[in-house]
């Protein structure tokens, strides 16, 4: 009898990279806005000082726009920031889609951050009625990125949306 192959898990830096150039600028300009991110923040500053060849402290001390651009455009964006951006870009500038899709599963949050995590995974049938949910009151690229989004953090939770087709269209 042959294995069904484990699938491939969607990495956040793959996702980050797939955004539109404006998408990640807003996810930037988010993220280094956040008040609770203050450790993120320190590792792209240091990532990007070491990219400039440069000091951390330069890089902090450059505007909101400047820091904002070189995150948008950092050639090897490692994983973990990669999903943090997502998070801030999502929680920023997707609330509306976000509450809407949990409300959705009857998941309970506080303006679209889920406030009890679920317990156990969510079923295909239940993730699929809520992803044509969204399907037809929001772009179909958002709701891909925030699928998808959902899928590379927590791939226990949210592992039927590998099966949910909004998930994977337009992705390579």
Known sequence: ????PTPVPIQP??????MPDAARHLAAEAFWKERDGLEQQVEAMTLI???LKARPKFVQGLPLEKKARYLTTFPQMPDALAAR???SYHLAHQRPM???F???LGIAHEEGLITADPQGPISAERLSAAADAL???FPPEDVTLYLATLLSQDPETWGALQSVPQTSRGRD
């Open 98 to 100: 976000l509450k809407a």
């Open 49 to 51: 000082a070491r990219h």
């Open 85 to 87: 951006l997502l998070v």
């Open 1 to 4: 009898m042959p294995e069904t």
């Open 13 to 18: 830096a793959r996702l980050w990279k797939q």
């Open 102 to 104: 949990l409300d959705a």
């Open 135 to 137: 399907d037809q009151a």
